[in-house]
Nanobody, 115 residues
Framework: QVQVVESGGGLVQFGGSLRLSCVAS????????MSWYRQAPGKERELVAS???????NYADSVKGRFTISRDNAKNTVYLQMNSLKPEDAAVYYC?????????WGQGTQVTVSS
């Protein structure tokens, strides 16, 4: 079964850090660009960070300098290190591959930031 499972979210104080993980199964992430998205209540899902198959990264302006996306192809896992968290970072975070093809969105992992 082709799927991704996100984990690592939680409640953190303003300025704190979290590391999210995305474990893929049914496909090999080394063949795909991988991305993290987030969706806050009442807002559309937005792209947060991407990493290509060769390791090049791209970030939304709102998270540049604070978030780092990485991949461990041997573990078939993608990570998102989030530092200096702000209340506006609170959302459900999802990972996705490109091209998406038959992969469905996972359940995501909730990040809550207290001010």
């Amino acid at each position: 079964q082709v799927q991704v499972v996100e984990s690592g979210g939680g409640l953190v104080q303003f300025g704190g850090s979290l590391r999210l993980s995305c474990v893929a199964s049914g496909f090999t992430i080394s063949s795909y660009h991988m991305s993290w998205y987030r969706q806050a209540p009442g807002k559309e899902r937005e792209l947060v960070a991407s990493i290509t198959t060769t390791g090049s990264t791209n970030y939304a302006d709102s998270v540049k300098g604070r978030f780092t996306i990485s991949r461990d192809n041997a573990k078939n896992t993608v990570y998102l290190q989030m530092n200096s968290l702000k209340p506006e970072d609170a959302a459900v975070y999802y990972c996705m591959r490109s091209p998406k093809s038959v992969l469905a969105w996972g359940q995501g992992t909730q990040v809550t930031v207290s001010s």
